[in-house]
C-alpha cells in the first residue's frame, strides 16, 4: 500500500510539534482576517504571506494552507452572519444562511457550515492524495511545448468559468502576461519596461499584484458609499443542529463534496462554480424548492461542502503541474518560489516529506478548524463589530508593511498602489480581475516554454500541433474557447449564475 | 441582459489600448530576435498586439452592443489620500524609519473615509502604529530601523 505508506509520511512530517503549531496559527489568523467583512481569501493570503517567509517551507507552506482554508471558512461566517461574502464562492451561502440567522438559527447555519466543510475537506484530501502521484508522473513526461499549451488550455479554461465577459477576460489575462514581463529577460538579461529603475529588474512582485487588485481596489469600492453597516449580528445560539436539520444535511454533504472535489481542479474558480452547482442541484432535486432562498439548510451544508471540497483539490494542478487553479493557488506558486521549490511533478519526488506533510497537514487543519471555529464563535461575532474605519486603514497599512519586507523594495510597495487604481477601474468597467492576477504569474512560463519550444523546434512552430499532448491540450483550448464565446452557451451559463441575483 | 452604447465598456478598451500599446512600442526597441532565437522583445510585442487588439474589440463592442454596467460614483478623496499614504510609506520608510512612517500612513489612510473625525483618525492611527510595530517589529523580527536617518540616526 504506497498509499498509506505516503501518507504515514506526511503525517509523521506534519504531526510534528512545529507544524501542528503553525498550522494553528495560520487556521487561526486566516479565519479572523477572513472573518472581517469585505476581504476574500485572496486578500487574506496575499496579506499574511510574508509573516511565513521566514519559516522552513514545509511549515511555511502548511502554514499558508491553513490561512487559506481559514479564510474561506471564515468568510462564510461573514455571509451568514451579516450578509457580505468576501468572495463569490461564499456569495451562494449568504442567500440561505444569511436567511437563516435572521430566523434566529445562526447556530445550525454555522454547524451546518462546518460540518460540511469538514467532511467534504476529508473526503477531498484523500482524493488529493490518490490522485496527485499517478498525474505527476504523466506531467513529468511533458515538453517545453506540451508546457506551454497546457498553461494556455489552463488559462482559456479559467476564461470559460469565470462571470462575465469573455472578451473582458481574455483581455485581463493578455494584459496579465504583459505586466508579467516586465523586469529582466531570462535568456538574454535585457531589463525590459523598467524605465531605467534597478528596483524593477527582478519584475513586479505577485503579492503587490494580488494586495492592490483584491485589497486596494475592493476598499476603494466599499468606500464609495459609506453607510453605517446595518450589523445585525445577533446572538448565535442553539450551535448545534436538530436531529431534523441533522437528517437534512447528510445527502446535500455528500453530494457537495463529490461536485467540489471533480470541479474544483478546473482552472479558475472551479470552487465558485462548484458552490453554484451544488445550491442548483440541491434546489432542484429537493422536495421542498419553495424553502430555497428562505432559509433551508441544504442551501447552506452542499455549497459549502462543495467550496470546501474545491478548495483542497484545487491543490491538484499546483502540486502536479504547478499551475494555479485560482489567485490563491498563484500566491501558494509564490511562496514555494520564495522557498526555492518549483511547484511541478517533480516536488513529489525531490520533496516527498514536503508533500505529503502538506497533504496530511489539510487534514489536520480541517480538524483544527472544527475544533476552533464552533467554540470560537462568539470571538468572531465580535471581530464583526470592528467598524471599517478602523478595518481598511489597517488593511491598506498591513498591506503596505507586507509587501514592503517581501524584499524590501519601495517599488513593490509603489507597485499596491497602481495596481489598486488600476483594479478599481478595470472592475468598475466590468472586468474581473482574477484572470489579470493567473495571467500574471503564468505570463512568465508561457514565455519560457514558447521560446524554448521554438529553440529547440528551430524555430518551427508546428512543434505544438504535431506533439500529442500538446495537439490534444490545443484542440481542448479552443474548444473551451469556443463554448466561452457561444452565445447560447452564455446564456445558459448566466443562468447558473444567476440564482443569486 | 440588455445591451446598448456602455462608457464603461469603451473606457476599458480605451485602457486596454493604452496600455497594450505602450508595450508594443516599449518592445520595439528591444531586439526582436529570429522565431529560433527570440529576442526580449518579441513575446511583449505579441502579448501587447493581442492586448491593442482585445482593448479594440471591447472598446468597438461597447459603442454599438455594450454591457450595460453603471460606472457608479468614485471615492476620489478616498482614492487621492489612499495613493498618497501608499507612496509616501514607500517612499519613506528608508529614510525616516518605521515608527513615523506608520503612524504618518496609518493617519492618512483613516482620513479616507469623509466620515471619520480627526480625533478618532488621531486615535485609530496610534493604535495602527502601536499595534504594528509590537506586530512586525517586536513580534516577525522584521529588519526594518524604528527610526530613520532623517530623524538623525
Not at chain 1, 538574454?188 to 524593477?200: A, I, S
Amino acid at each position: 500500500m504506497e498509499l498509506l505508506d505516503n501518507l504515514a509520511l506526511g503525517f509523521s512530517t506534519a504531526l510534528l510539534v512545529q507544524n501542528v503549531l503553525y498550522c494553528f496559527v495560520g487556521v487561526l489568523l486566516g479565519t479572523a482576517v477572513g472573518v472581517l467583512p469585505g476581504i476574500g481569501p485572496t486578500a487574506t493570503v496575499a496579506m499574511l504571506l510574508p509573516i511565513t517567509f521566514s519559516f522552513e517551507p514545509v511549515t511555511a507552506l502548511i502554514m499558508l494552507a491553513g490561512i487559506y482554508y481559514g479564510a474561506q471558512y471564515g468568510g462564510s461566517t461573514t455571509a451568514i452572519l451579516i450578509n457580505l461574502p468576501g468572495e463569490s464562492s461564499a456569495a451562494v451561502t449568504a442567500l440561505d444562511g444569511h436567511e437563516m440567522a435572521r430566523q434566529g438559527r445562526a447556530g445550525p447555519a454555522l454547524a451546518a457550515a462546518a460540518i460540511g466543510s469538514f467532511v467534504a475537506g476529508t473526503v477531498a484530501t484523500v482524493a488529493l492524495a490518490a490522485a496527485a502521484p499517478p498525474l505527476a508522473s504523466v506531467a513529468l513526461r511533458f515538453g517545453p511545448a506540451d508546457y506551454f499549451s497546457l498553461v494556455l488550455f489552463g488559462l482559456i479554461v479559467s476564461i470559460a468559468l469565470a462571470r462575465g465577459s469573455a472578451l473582458k477576460a481574455l483581455a485581463m489575462i493578455a494584459l496579465g502576461v504583459l505586466l508579467g514581463t516586465v523586469g529582466q529577460d531570462i535568456y538574454t538579461g535585457t531589463p525590459r519596461f523598467v524605465f531605467e529603475q534597478r528596483e524593477l529588474y527582478g519584475g513586479i512582485d505577485f503579492v503587490s499584484v494580488a494586495v492592490g487588485l483584491f485589497g486596494v481596489a475592493e476598499i476603494l469600492r466599499n468606500l464609495e458609499n459609506e453607510q453605517t453597516r446595518t450589523a445585525i449580528v445577533s446572538k448565535v445560539t442553539n450551535l448545534w443542529p436538530t436531529r431534523e436539520d441533522r437528517r437534512r444535511i447528510i445527502a446535500p454533504i455528500l453530494r457537495g463534496t463529490g461536485l467540489g472535489a471533480a470541479l474544483g481542479v478546473l482552472p479558475g474558480g472551479g470552487h465558485v462554480l462548484a458552490s453554484f452547482t451544488s445550491y442548483a442541484v440541491e434546489k432542484r432535486i429537493s422536495k421542498r424548492p419553495q424553502e430555497f432562498g428562505r432559509g433551508a439548510i441544504e442551501g447552506v451544508a452542499g455549497p459549502e461542502s462543495a467550496n470546501n471540497a474545491a478548495a483542497q483539490t484545487s491543490f491538484i494542478p499546483l502540486l502536479t503541474l504547478g499551475l494555479p487553479a485560482h489567485p490563491v493557488m498563484a500566491l501558494m506558486i509564490g511562496a514555494f518560489i520564495v522557498h526555492g521549490i518549483t511547484p511541478g511533478p517533480n516536488v513529489i519526488n525531490d520533496e516527498p516529506a514536503l508533500f505529503w506533510g502538506l497533504i496530511a497537514s489539510m487534514w489536520i487543519g480541517n480538524v483544527l478548524l472544527l475544533l476552533l471555529n464552533l467554540p470560537l464563535i462568539g470571538l468572531w461575532v465580535r471581530m464583526l463589530r470592528i467598524p471599517y474605519q478602523v478595518l481598511f486603514p489597517m488593511i491598506i497599512l498591513f498591506a503596505a508593511i507586507g509587501t514592503y519586507s517581501l524584499n524590501f523594495n519601495a517599488y513593490d510597495v509603489y507597485a499596491i498602489a497602481f495596481f489598486g487604481i488600476l483594479g478599481y477601474i478595470l472592475i468598475k468597467c466590468g472586468c474581473e480581475p482574477a484572470p489579470l492576477l493567473l495571467g500574471f504569474v503564468l505570463g512568465p512560463l508561457l514565455e519560457e516554454n514558447l521560446r524554448r519550444s521554438l529553440i529547440i523546434s528551430r524555430g518551427d512552430p508546428s512543434v505544438f500541433v504535431t506533439r500529442p499532448i500538446s495537439a490534444a491540450l490545443l484542440a481542448l483550448a479552443v474548444v473551451a474557447l469556443v463554448v466561452a464565446v457561444l452565445p447560447t452557451i452564455r446564456r445558459r451559463r448566466a443562468v447558473v449564475f444567476a440564482e443569486d441575483e | 441582459m440588455e445591451r446598448r452604447r456602455s462608457l464603461p465598456d469603451v473606457l476599458a478598451g480605451g485602457i486596454f489600448v493604452l496600455i497594450g500599446g505602450a508595450f508594443v512600442v516599449g518592445a520595439l526597441g528591444y531586439e526582436l530576435g529570429t522565431p529560433t532565437r527570440m529576442g526580449p522583445g518579441a513575446f511583449p510585442l505579441l502579448v501587447g498586439a493581442a492586448v491593442v487588439a482585445l482593448g479594440l474589440a471591447i472598446a468597438g463592442k461597447g459603442l454599438v452592443a455594450g454591457e450595460v454596467i453603471s460606472f457608479g460614483p468614485v471615492p476620489w478623496r478616498a482614492v487621492a489620500v489612499i495613493v498618497l499614504a501608499v507612496l509616501f510609506f514607500g517612499f519613506t520608510i528608508r529614510r525616516l524609519g518605521f515608527v513615523p512612517t506608520t503612524a504618518v500612513t496609518a493617519l492618512l489612510t483613516t482620513l479616507a473615509s469623509a466620515r471619520v473625525r480627526l480625533l478618532t483618525a488621531v486615535a485609530v492611527a496610534a493604535g495602527l502604529t502601536v499595534a504594528s510595530t509590537l506586530i512586525f517589529v517586536v513580534g516577525l523580527q522584521l529588519r526594518i530601523p524604528l527610526w530613520g536617518p532623517w530623524l538623525g540616526f
